[in-house]
């Protein structure tokens, strides 16, 4: 039996549905499994002991129709039995019915859904306690007799090697793997998922005034180096004293083991807090007004995690803050966060 699994785009996504695989195996222990993601989300994934084959959708495929209809054909080669799509969008179910697998399982679209055998209505209300990006990726299996387990994670596989790479990369750079270690997701991916400069550089001084030992790494693409640099700077001398800002990694691999080594994650929720989680690394997420808390966050998880959203001090309209989020972060304030996050610090200290 071949069974394919569709996710494409964003790290988080394809960090989270490769938790697939381990109920997969242990349900088709014979089975051949296969990924198809996009190539730059790989790193999160290398390793993975439940996973054959992976398959890349690159930037060319996605934007030539020419290339695109090639890879189908491609697809429709290996013959699979049974094909997952957690993407669900036309591109992806095009995948599916031109794969000729006897099963094809996605998310119900009103425009997509007559391309698969066994289109699966979404979830709005997680039903056992996991986020409902777990929740309704485990849905999914349903249909395979496959049901929900609570102690399934998304997991993230490092060698020895790599992790001992990043401890001498840190010390190379002079981090005192003896002292307590955060990494920072100081910005998020864009601005819509960015708390504001001087309120993030608040929370970093509170959480040097909480312990004056912890070494604070910066994750960030080069293209925000502005913007971390305003944060930096708005920062107390105390706390510039105990940040790190060029420590980073070449790659994301690298990014990965360096986390893997460091006592939290705290900052803008994504995809670096979802790696973190991954390798069992304890985080403190700040969510963005205008995304969903239960999407990405799961009452399961509050005895190693903290989440913070505005919603949960404040009432407001989530419409409207999706369509100007900037707005709604101004009343994200400071103070609801910094006693949430000393005892965050505390706990993950003791």
Known sequence: MKILVI???MIGDVLTTALLFELLREKYPEAELHYLINSHTYPVVKNHPFIDQFIFCTPEIENSKLKFFSFLKTIRKQRFDIVIDVYSIISSALICFFSKAELTIAYHKIYTSFLVSRPIKRLTKPQN???LAIE?????L?????EF???????????QKEVETAKAFLKQSHINLDQPL????????????TYPKKNMAALLDCIIATNNNVQLLFNYMPKQKEAVQLIYDATHKNTKKNI????????????????????????????????AKALNVPTFSIFSPSISKKSWFGNNEVKKHVAVHLSDFIDYDKGKAKQNPKAFYKLFKTEYIRPKLTTFIKKVLS
Do not use: H, W
Not at 149 to 159: E, G, R, S
Not at 247 to 269: H, P, Q, S, W, Y
């Open 182 to 193: 955060f990494m920072i997701s100081v910005v998020g991916s864009n601005t819509d998922k």
């Open 136 to 140: 309704n990726r485990l849905k999914l």
């Open 142 to 146: 349903q249909p395979l007799g496959i």
């Open 149 to 159: 387990k609570k102690d399934v994670f998304p997991k993230i596989y490092l060698t």
């Open 7 to 9: 996710q494409q785009k």
């Open 244 to 275: 790190y800002a060029d420590v980073l990694g070449k790659n994301l691999r690298a990014f990965t083991a360096i986390t893997a080594v460091c006592d939290a994650l705290i900052g803008n929720e994504g995809g670096a807090n979802n790696i």
């Open 129 to 131: 306690n996991a986020s």
